[in-house]
Every structure is written in structure tokens, then in C-alpha cells.
């Protein structure tokens, strides 16, 4: 079961360049999250999609743009990266609300450094 | 404005000994709550949740309590082993709220000494 896969892993950019961090999930999960951790701040979410065709703004939104390209993929892009977007990216999934569950399935994580 | 608070960067225990790990929660609205685990260089992963209806949840050496009056929630493992060095996230969530995220404490840092 290869879960929540994320692409690429580790990635270093220089101020102003573009990338886009790539998410897919084999789960059937409706809906697909972005999370971003740094250092004592905990897990903070940046944007999410309920469902195939939405997308929601989380947390901290600012300087990224998401697609949910269909159900089982969900991609987060940085148009102009700054060094304040170096950082651990989680991508995670989530089926939906039943009795006793709605824990999210995350990802591996990607590393990104913009210098 | 922390809706869920951790206040623990890091805890330090014995081997064998009980670890009790914390979090205080500011939104009522939160009715479901999760404990996860997370490895250097690994992805959070799910350990063991509470829903806001019961106050105790247990899945082997791992028990959460829940007290919604004090709006606060612990992790208890027992014993501790090696292996339960990580850090752990409290979150939580407002199951009416539909696809909304997890909220995330900030994490505590539990280190199992030998």
C-alpha cells in the first residue's frame, strides 16, 4: 500500500524561481490537505480540497496556489519562492467523518530550501 | 491566536516509566481529538484519538484522557520504550466543520532514556 505519495523529496530553489510539489493517494480519500512544518511551529495548513474541484484556503495561504487535478491528486505550486517558504511540506488525505475516525493520512514529506 | 497548545517542547523520561504528554485546546467547537506520532524524516502518523462524547481512550500501552471542562487533553504511555522517542502532536478538529484541516500543537519532543 503505497498510501500518500509525495514528489520530489528534497528540493533546493533560488529566490524567485517556480516549482511544484506533486501529491497523489491511492486510498479513494475525498478530500487532500498541504501542511507546512517549521521549527517550533508545529503543522500549519496551507491549503485544502474537499473534493475533486474545490480547493479552500487554510492557515497560511500567501504565496502558493493549489490544484486538485482529480481525486487522487493534489498539487501545491510556489509561483515566486522566497526564503520564507523553506520549509517541510506534508501532503495528506482524509476519507471523511465516521464514527470514531477522521485522522488524516500524510505523506513522506518534502524538504524545500529556497536560498 | 493557538487554538491548541502544547506547552512541552520536550520531556525527557526513564525507560519503564509512564510518560504523560499535554495539550490544552481554546476552540469549543473542537469535538475530536488526535494524538500523532512523528519520526525525523517521516511523515506524522496517526497513534490514537478521542472523541469529545467519552473521556478515555485506550489501544494497548497508549490512553488518552479528555477533560472538556479544563478544555484539555493527555496522552499517557505506559511503559515507555526506546522506540517511543519522537516527537508527538496533539490536534484536533471540529467534526461539523466538514473538510476542514487538523489544528496542530506545536509538538513535544519525548525522549525515552535508557
Known amino acids: 500500500n503505497a498510501g500518500v505519495t509525495q514528489t520530489p523529496k528534497f528540493q533546493v530553489l533560488k529566490t524567485g524561481q517556480s516549482m511544484t510539489l506533486q501529491c497523489a493517494q491511492d486510498?479513494?480519500?475525498?478530500?487532500m490537505y498541504w501542511y507546512r512544518q517549521d521549527p517550533g511551529m508545529g503543522l500549519r495548513l496551507i491549503y485544502y480540497?474537499?473534493?475533486?474541484?474545490?480547493?479552500d484556503k487554510g492557515e497560511v495561504p500567501n504565496g502558493y496556489n493549489v490544484s486538485r487535478l482529480n481525486k487522487r491528486e493534489f498539487s501545491l505550486r510556489l509561483e515566486s519562492a522566497a526564503p520564507s517558504q523553506t520549509s517541510v511540506y506534508f501532503c495528506?488525505?482524509?476519507?471523511?467523518?465516521?464514527?470514531?475516525?477522521?485522522?488524516?493520512?500524510f505523506g513522506e514529506g518534502s524538504r524545500l530550501t529556497v536560498l | 491566536d493557538q487554538q491548541v497548545k502544547q506547552n512541552s517542547p520536550s520531556l525527557s523520561v526513564q525507560e519503564g516509566r509512564i510518560s504523560i504528554l499535554n495539550c490544552d485546546y481554546t476552540?469549543?467547537?473542537?469535538?475530536?481529538f488526535l494524538w500523532y506520532k512523528k519520526y525525523p524524516a517521516e511523515g506524522p502518523t496517526f497513534l490514537i484519538s478521542?472523541?469529545?462524547?467519552?473521556d478515555k481512550n485506550e489501544d494497548g500501552r497508549f490512553t488518552v484522557f479528555l477533560n472538556k471542562s479544563a478544555k484539555h487533553l493527555s496522552l499517557h504511555i505506559v511503559p515507555s520504550q526506546p522506540g517511543d522517542s519522537a516527537v508527538y502532536f496533539c490536534?484536533?478538529?471540529?467534526?461539523?466543520?466538514?473538510?476542514?484541516?487538523?489544528?496542530f500543537g506545536k509538538g513535544t519532543h519525548l525522549i525515552i532514556q535508557p
Open positions: 495528506a488525505s482524509r476519507g471523511g467523518w465516521t464514527a470514531n475516525t477522521g485522522e488524516l493520512f
Open positions: 486510498m479513494n480519500h475525498n478530500s
Open positions: 476552540n469549543s467547537m473542537f469535538d475530536y
Open positions: 478521542i472523541s469529545s462524547i467519552k
Open positions: 480540497s474537499a473534493s475533486e474541484g474545490t480547493t
Open positions: 490536534a484536533a478538529a471540529d467534526s461539523g466543520g466538514g473538510a476542514d484541516g487538523l489544528t
